[in-house]
C-alpha cells in the first residue's frame, strides 16, 4: 500500500492550487482520510479531514470557506482543493489514511497519530 501526495508548487497570494493523493493498495471507502501540514519549526497540523464514506468532514480554523477535502473513488484518490491561498499555508502537506472508522472527522484531524500510513509529502509555497 502507498500514497502518492503531489500537486504542491509555488504560487502568488490568493492562488488556488489541488493536491491529489492516489492511494495504491486502499480501498478508499475503507479509511478516514486527512491531510496535514507541517511548516518550518511547527508541529504537523491536520487542515482537513473527512471520514469513510464521507460521512463526515473538518476543517480546520483557518482553512474553513478555503480549502476542501474531497475523494474520487474511481480514481482512487484523495484532494485537497485550495483557494484563496496565504503566506501563512506555506507548508509541506501530507495525506494520510487511518483505520479509525469510528471517530469524527474532527478527532482524526486532532490526532496525527490515528493515521498509519502518510505520503511522502509535498511542498506548497506562497509568496509574491
Known amino acids: 500500500v502507498q500514497l502518492q501526495a503531489s500537486g504542491g508548487g509555488l504560487v502568488q497570494p490568493g492562488s488556488s492550487l489541488r493536491l491529489s493523493c492516489v492511494a495504491s493498495g486502499f480501498i478508499l471507502d475503507d479509511y478516514s482520510w486527512g491531510w496535514f501540514r507541517q511548516a518550518p519549526g511547527k508541529e504537523r497540523e491536520g487542515v482537513s479531514c473527512v471520514t469513510t464514506k464521507g460521512g463526515g468532514t473538518y476543517n480546520e480554523d483557518s482553512v474553513k470557506g478555503r480549502f476542501t477535502i474531497s475523494r474520487d473513488n474511481a480514481k482512487n484518490t484523495v484532494y485537497l482543493e485550495m483557494t484563496s491561498l496565504k503566506p501563512e499555508d506555506t507548508a509541506v502537506y501530507y495525506c494520510?489514511?487511518?483505520?479509525?472508522?469510528?471517530?469524527?472527522?474532527?478527532?482524526?484531524?486532532?490526532?496525527?497519530?490515528?493515521?498509519?500510513?502518510w505520503g511522502q509529502g509535498t511542498l506548497v509555497t506562497v509568496s509574491s
Open positions: 494520510a489514511a487511518s483505520s479509525r472508522r469510528q471517530l469524527g472527522a474532527w478527532q482524526l484531524c486532532r490526532g496525527p497519530s490515528l493515521f498509519r500510513n
